[in-house]
């Protein structure tokens, strides 16, 4: 498997190293153990915890795509980092705009389906999954 | 903005945001490689005719 999400030739425990995918995965934890807290700019608010539920998801995804070599979960993890970001960003907007948290969220979406989509358009994505 | 009406927009748009880029992804990606997968073999039978041509 190589897409072009990956570093070319670096192997890390004999699988293929996405960079982006593994920075967001920390910022995945982070977000599952603030917004689990309650400590977050999130607050108390449901959607503080479907942030939690949704980078959870994604953080899982994201290294069981890696460890299973599964293009399609890696895919499905990246796809969930973007979603988790933009609810967090629109909910900020809609409370403490203007927010830098908020700014940060936007623009660490579109890194995460930036990279989604790297690796889905990716033109030589099925030569290697078939 | 109340943080329950606040959270019911923001999910409102995050699903809607999602469902643009996944029909972007999922439409216009097989697309991409369906063209470029086209032109490949347009170019390889491109190839193969000009050598016959040159045999004769």
């Known amino acids: 498997m190589m897409s072009q999400g990956d570093l070319f030739n670096v192997r890390f425990f004999g699988r293929p190293f996405k960079p982006v995918a593994f920075g967001l995965c920390l910022a995945m934890i982070v977000l599952v153990v603030v917004n689990l807290e309650n400590s977050g700019r999130l607050g108390s608010s449901w959607t503080g915890d479907a942030v939690a539920i949704l980078a959870g998801s994604s953080f899982i995804a994201m290294m069981a795509g890696w460890w299973t070599r599964s293009q399609l979960l890696a895919e499905v993890g990246l796809l969930l980092a973007g979603v988790t970001y933009v609810l967090r960003g629109t909910f900020l907007a809609l409370t403490i705009f203007p927010d830098?948290?908020?700014?940060?969220s936007f623009s660490t979406a579109m890194i995460a389906w930036g990279a989604f989509l790297l690796?889905?358009?990716?033109?030589?994505?099925?030569?290697?999954e078939k | 903005m109340t943080d329950q009406l606040a959270s019911a927009v923001s999910t409102l748009i995050t699903a809607i945001a999602t469902a643009v880029l996944m029909a972007a992804a999922y439409y216009w990606g097989p697309r991409e490689r369906q063209?470029?997968?086209?032109?490949?073999?347009?170019?390889?039978r491109g190839g193969r005719e000009r050598e016959a041509e040159e045999e004769d």
Do not use: I, T, V
């Not at chain 1, 830098?100 to 940060?104: D, I, L, P, V």
């Not at chain 2, 063209?35 to 490949?40: D, F, T, W």
């Open chain 1, 100 to 104: 830098q948290s908020m700014w940060f």
């Open chain 1, 119 to 128: 690796e889905r358009l990716d033109p030589h994505r099925l030569d290697s």
């Open chain 2, 35 to 44: 063209k470029r997968s086209s032109r490949r073999s347009d170019e390889h």
